[in-house]
């Protein structure tokens, strides 16, 4: 389908309106009339939706297609209108959700979840387990230097008065 503006809508339903006068009203007539609403204003607007007069006696067929013809004047005129003042309808585009399916979308978000969880929680306990090996190593490490420290005091010789006494004499 070529785009369609506003103006080339509007000179379409004059046309129709035009078409309406020469040739009356129709079930041809009206078939296009459907078409060009749907088209120009959708198809859950009050121009597409009303009826032309279905539920009315009329005394005569004459009298019938009389009444439609005005009827059917009245609706062009009031899209016209419509048409000037909003614009042409733009149907709604899909979102991805609603066409995919429910079905399907819940399906691929379940395996996701379940199949991420583990990776996630291994990721996750990952930095947290490498921080805590080093805080332990760290702590071992320097527990173990002061070990080292204590251990290399309590093994160095203390010196005693007798020590003194010997490297006093040694030095006479």
């Keep these: 389908m070529l785009p369609m503006n506003k103006e ?6 004059k046309a129709h309106l035009d078409k309406l006068e020469r040739e009356g009203f129709s079930d041809s007539w009206q078939v296009s009339y459907y078409e060009y609403v749907k088209r120009f204003c959708g198809v859950d607007s009050m121009f597409y939706t009303t009826t032309f007069n279905p539920n009315v006696r009329y005394n005569s067929v004459t009298q019938e297609l009389a009444i439609k013809k005005i009827s059917a004047r009245e609706l ?15 149907k709604p585009k899909n979102p991805f959700i609603k066409s995919v399916g429910g079905a399907a979308l819940w399906s691929a978000l379940g395996v996701s979840i ?3 969880l583990p990776y996630a929680y291994y990721l996750g306990g990952k930095d947290e387990k490498e921080s805590s090996k080093k805080q332990i190593k ?6 173990m230097q002061l070990l080292k420290n204590r251990i290399l005091l309590l093994t160095q010789p203390t010196k005693t008065e007798s020590d003194e006494d010997s490297n006093n004499l040694k030095g006479r």
């Design 138 to 143: 760290k702590e071992m490490r320097d527990s």
């Design 76 to 90: 062009i005129n009031s899209a016209i209108n419509h048409i000037n003042e909003f614009g042409l309808y733009k």
């Design 114 to 116: 379940f199949a991420g």
């Design 8 to 13: 080339k809508a509007i000179q379409l339903l």
